[in-house]
């Protein structure tokens, strides 16, 4: 019994694209509310934010003290707001920074980068080419360029969570 639909073959599967709305699991861990503090790392709105404020309210005529989040964007710096019960689980996203040998960067302006086991990939797009632009981007993107000018050798420090990857600063090689 085939669990495709009539007509569709196995090499067919690739032409569906199915948007998923999924908790983030496997991208954030749970956590309670009241365990999050200012500089913490909280999902507002499926999206990975640092908390820049958390303020507590007492527990009212229901029940529950309450902490509001104010947090920021880690990747477009915008600023969110959430409300959750303190004893309340909410999730704290899984963020990774990997350092990369910044090696070109193209008239697209897509770099190309080699990690420690000497693998490469072209898929990072410098700061100022993506929509909406990021803080900071045009400092970055002008410091990359400037030091690929200068053919020094440094790293782009690349900041991954949820699924997005993004270039978030450089830093320099000594010798």
Do not use: W
Not at 55 to 70: E, I, P, Q, Y
């Amino acid at each position: 019994m085939s669990l495709l639909p009539s007509g569709a073959g196995m090499g067919d599967a690739g032409e569906e694209t199915f948007e998923s709305q999924d908790s983030g699991a496997a991208e954030s861990f749970p956590i309670e509310a009241g365990q999050i503090r200012k500089g913490g790392l909280i999902m507002i709105k499926g999206r990975p934010c640092k908390v820049s404020d958390v303020t507590s309210s007492k527990t009212g005529k229901h029940g529950h003290a309450k902490c509001h989040f104010v947090a920021i964007d880690i990747f477009t710096g915008k600023k969110m707001e959430d409300l959750v019960p303190a004893s309340h689980t909410t999730y704290s996203p899984f963020v990774k920074k990997i350092e990369y040998q910044c090696m070109d960067v193209d008239e697209d302006g897509f770099v190309s980068v080699m990690d420690a086991e000497g693998n490469t990939r072209e898929d990072l797009k410098l700061p100022d080419t993506i929509s909406p632009e990021p803080p900071g981007a045009a400092e970055i993107s002008k410091r990359i360029r400037d030091l690929l000018a200068e053919q020094k050798d440094f790293y782009v420090v690349v900041q991954s969570a949820c699924g997005h990857e993004q270039i978030m600063d450089t830093k320099v090689m000594t010798a």
